[in-house]
């Protein structure tokens, strides 16, 4: 049985830090890659950050030099490490694995934690 389950959201006051766990189950990790998405209520959901199975990564313009997308494939986890963190950030935030060259219809997502920037 897949599962992605993702932790360590909560509330945040702005400029500080968070670090999200993706632990993933039930598939061959290291083939995938790995994203993490973030979404608001009424909006769209975006990519924030991916690491692919070479470990290249590529990231939203809005989180560049601020968040750093990371895995261990020896513990089936990714990671995303937030810091400097804005109120335009808070969302639900989501892991994705998708096996390259697959239909992202077949795309594997975790369950969301909330990201809560507030004073």
């Known amino acids: 049985q897949v599962q992605l389950v993702g932790s360590g959201g909560g509330l945040v006051q702005p400029g500080g830090s968070l670090t999200l766990s993706c632990a993933a189950s039930?598939?061959?990790?290291?083939?995938?890659?790995m994203s993490w998405f973030r979404q608001v209520p009424g909006k769209q959901r975006e990519l924030v950050a991916v690491?692919?199975?070479?470990?290249?990564?590529n990231y939203a313009d809005s989180v560049k030099g601020r968040f750093t997308i990371s895995r261990d494939n020896a513990k089936n986890t990714a990671y995303l490490h937030m810091n400097s963190l804005k109120p335009e950030d808070a969302a639900v935030y989501y892991c994705?694995?998708?096996?390259?060259?697959?239909?992202?219809?077949?795309?594997?997502w975790g369950q969301g934690t909330q990201v809560t920037v507030s004073s």
């Open positions: 039930g598939f061959t990790f290291s083939s995938y890659d």
């Open positions: 994705n694995a998708h096996f390259p060259g697959s239909n992202y219809r077949d795309d594997y």
């Open positions: 690491i692919r199975r070479s470990r290249s990564t």
